[in-house]
């Protein structure tokens, strides 16, 4: 929670930033390969200062899961070549089901799959021939919104 004060009559301005911290949360079943389980935690969010509330989503995350951020596609693959999950940096086993969103190619395990980070930016196919002068449409996706991954991050 962030409270900033500005004086009318043109004084200091003042801020003040609280930042709480959100206990870790254990998992009691894994979820499914399309996530079409449901999850029970094995313990209760407990705040550390009475009457406040604790969000088990980040606030980055939340609000632009508010605001419409596009969420991922995901489809499941097999490992064949060991690459990386996207949320945890570890690598995907070989013969293991994982994840793949269609359109931003992020690799995830199942259990990762909520952590991974929105809103889906779509990368582009290809890069531009060298021949022809390069537009900035040629680097944005071809699906709303239209713009390009350097922009946004």
Do not use: W
Request: charged share 20%; hydrophobic share 25%.
């Amino acid at each position: 929670k962030t409270t900033i004060t500005v004086p009318t009559n043109g004084g200091t301005v003042e801020a003040v930033a609280t930042i709480e911290t959100v206990p870790y949360r254990m998992r009691s079943k894994k979820r499914s390969v399309l996530g079409d389980t449901t999850t029970t935690d094995q313990s209760e969010s407990v705040s550390e200062a009475p009457g406040t509330q604790v969000s088990d989503v980040p606030t980055k995350l939340q609000t632009l899961r508010t605001k419409g951020g596009k969420k991922h596609h995901f489809v499941p693959k097999t490992v064949i070549r060991s690459e990386f999950c996207g949320p945890c940096g570890k690598r995907t086993k070989f013969g293991k089901v994982y994840l793949r969103c269609q359109d931003c190619r992020i690799v995830s395990h199942p259990e990762c799959r909520e952590n991974c980070p929105l809103p889906c930016n779509p990368t582009a196919l290809s890069t531009p021939n060298r021949s022809t002068e390069a537009t900035l449409a040629d680097f944005a996706p071809a699906t709303p919104p239209m713009i390009p991954a350097l922009v946004i991050y």
